[in-house]
Antibody
Framework: EQLLESGGGLVQPGGSLRLSCEASGFSESNFAMAWVRQGPGKGLEWVSSISSSGANTYYADSVKGRFTVSGDYAGRSIYLQMNNLRTEDTAVYFC????????????WGQGILVTVSS | EIVLTQSPATLSLSPGERATLSCRASQSLNGFLAWYQQKPGQAPRLLIYDTSNRATDIPARFIGSGSWTDFTLTITSLEPEDFAIYYCQQRYSWPPTFGPGTTVDV
């Protein structure tokens, strides 16, 4: 059972980045997924969630209008398109899964670093 | 949004001792509270969900309790691998929120 993130890196303020998360080895056929981030030396902050069907998406106010979550459930992958990035978006981004869209997170990826800096 | 407050910020204990961590919510959660453990450089790990249910493979020394707005994570006898940061998280309403964390150190 594994969640594997990719796509992080260094980007200038105002730039864009797309994160990917691939799920593999899970026995459940349906599960919701989410992105949770952790700024340097800080706590956990929920960013976005997507329902198992992909029909429903949710965003933190801090990213609404700039970030878009989508899913490719044939391949069990989700994506986070991040536009108009700000320095305060610098964080490790974790992909996580759960039974419910508005739920706890029972599996996590190892995280990927996004650095927004000029 | 529901605000979660954790206390104490830091808990200094020794292996074998009992740890009691608190999480208080700004409104009732109907029991929808989870606890996570995070070690440096690692992803969080789910310990407890919906107040008192242990996640898969979590040892019995981790006990969750509470109701309404006040919740507790008890580690009955600390093992060396339990020294970490612990976060609570509510799923009662959008957005899901996390507490600021309690560090359990030696």
């Amino acid at each position: 059972e594994q969640l594997l993130e990719s796509g992080g890196g260094l980007v200038q303020p105002g730039g864009s980045l797309r994160l990917s998360c691939e799920a593999s080895g899970f026995s459940e056929s349906n599960f919701a997924m989410a992105w949770v981030r952790q700024g340097p030396g800080k706590g956990l902050e929920w960013v976005s969630s997507i329902s198992s069907s992909g029909a429903n998406t949710y965003y933190a106010d801090s990213v609404k209008g700039r970030f878009t979550v989508s899913g490719d459930y044939a391949g069990r992958s989700i994506y986070l398109q991040m536009n108009n990035l700000r320095t305060e978006d610098t964080a490790v981004y974790f992909c996580a899964k759960g039974l419910y869209t508005r739920g706890h997170f029972d599996s996590w990826g190892q995280g990927i670093l996004v650095t927004v800096s000029s | 949004e529901i605000v979660l407050t954790q206390s104490p910020a830091t808990l200094s204990l020794s292996p074998g001792e009992r740890a009691t961590l608190s999480c208080r919510a700004s409104q009732s959660l109907n029991g929808f509270l989870a606890w996570y453990q995070q070690k440096p450089g690692q992803a969080p790990r789910l310990l407890i969900y919906d107040t008192s249910n242990r996640a898969t493979d979590i040892p019995a020394r981790f006990i969750g309790s509470g109701s309404w707005t006040d919740f507790t994570l008890t580690i009955t006898s600390l093992e060396p691998e339990d020294f970490a940061i612990y976060y609570c998280q509510q799923r009662y309403s959008w957005p899901p929120t996390f507490g600021p964390g309690t560090t359990v150190d030696v």
